[in-house]
């Protein structure tokens, strides 16, 4: 407990100051969020019921919340991001080493940014602006975007929708892949999609949906 106040004081007083050299350095809380300043260096995040906040060119190892979302600034360095109930936004040229999971929220990569491992969520969009997934995109319920000149290596998959929520007829997700995007790999869909192809994109084996092909920045329907 000591040293984790301790941590507290170095990260909020030095006012948005540089913490070179502290990737040992664990925050845990519990009912609230955490802040980290711009350059900082810091170790694992963990939080439940609170979201995190990652400032500009700063670095941390996993990131993890329940009950909250999590926000990166441009240019940062991380090894994971995940989240149970809370969406996932991330800025530009940022690189993400391993995974990035949410169970119920969205998820959205800005230009530049690099994912090592798998994008993957269960209720909530997905979506992509000129970034790369190494890693594959997973999800049930959620619209797709990969957006123009987004590469994607891995394929897709759309699983099965089991919430007890969407019984009946359930809406069809809308699975985009934009201008001059690539997804390398097999697209397989477990249940019906709109899915919708750039003539200009490159993409892999589909499974379980047909492709239609758009023109233009968007599909017009």
């Known amino acids: 407990m000591i040293r984790f106040a ?10 948005g100051v540089a913490l ?9 809380k519990v009912n609230g969020s955490i802040h980290v300043p711009d350059n900082a260096t810091v170790g694992k995040l963990s939080t439940v019921n609170g979201g995190i906040h990652i400032g500009t060119e700063a670095h941390a190892k ?18 994971s991001l995940e989240t149970v109930n809370g969406g996932i936004r991330v800025a530009e040229k940022v690189t993400i080493a391993k995974t990035v999971e949410t169970v119920n929220g969205s998820i959205t990569l800005s230009s530049g940014t690099d994912v090592g491992g798998k994008l993957s969520n269960v209720n909530g969009g997905i979506h992509i602006d ?4 190494g890693g594959g995109i997973e999800t049930a319920t959620g619209d ?6 987004s590469r994607v290596e891995g394929g897709i998959l759309v699983n099965e929708d089991h919430s007890w929520f969407h019984m009946g007829t359930p809406r069809k997700p809308r699975i985009i892949i934009g201008p001059h995007a690539t997804v390398q790999g097999t697209l397989t869909f477990k249940r019906e999609v709109e899915l919708f192809v750039s ?5 892999g084996k589909v499974e379980g949906a047909t492709p239609v092909k758009y023109s233009g920045e968007h599909p017009s329907n």
């Open 20 to 28: 070179a050299g502290n990737d040992d350095l664990d925050i845990d």
């Open 62 to 79: 996993s990131v993890e919340t329940v009950n909250g979302g999590i926000d990166v600034g441009r240019g940062g360095t991380l090894d």
């Open 199 to 203: 003539d200009s994109a490159t993409i």
């Open 130 to 133: 000129n970034a790369h997934v």
């Open 144 to 149: 797709v975007e990969i957006g123009p000149n």
């Open 6 to 15: 301790l941590l507290l004081v170095c990260l909020f007083a030095v006012d």
